[in-house]
């Protein structure tokens, strides 16, 4: 259905402190997850924009619409697909 659409992947990164301190505090989350999936979660480490938790949302936001507004298309998802060619 979306085929045809400009589809942008964001990655949003998270300090390790900061998700420790949540999945503590949610506590319906097994203590140790966020230490181990830490470094795996951007290992492909292909966005088309990228922005932080612990940047104000403002910020984010006009980060975001700025690439959007760039005439170049996304192509994480592309870059993704020739990395991980079965990721289909």
């Given at each position: ?86 990721a289909?």
């Amino acid at each position: 259905m979306f085929a045809d659409l400009p589809t942008y992947l964001i990655g949003l990164d998270c300090g390790l402190a900061e998700l420790e301190r949540r999945e503590r505090e949610r506590g319906d989350r097994q203590v140790g997850r966020a230490v181990l999936q830490h470094p795996l979660v951007h290992a492909h480490g292909l966005y088309d924009v990228r922005v932080a938790t612990d940047t104000p949302s403002l910020e984010c936001a006009l980060a975001m619409r700025t690439r959007l507004e760039t005439p170049e298309p996304p192509t994480a998802f592309a870059d993704l697909r020739r990395v991980y060619p079965l990721a289909r």
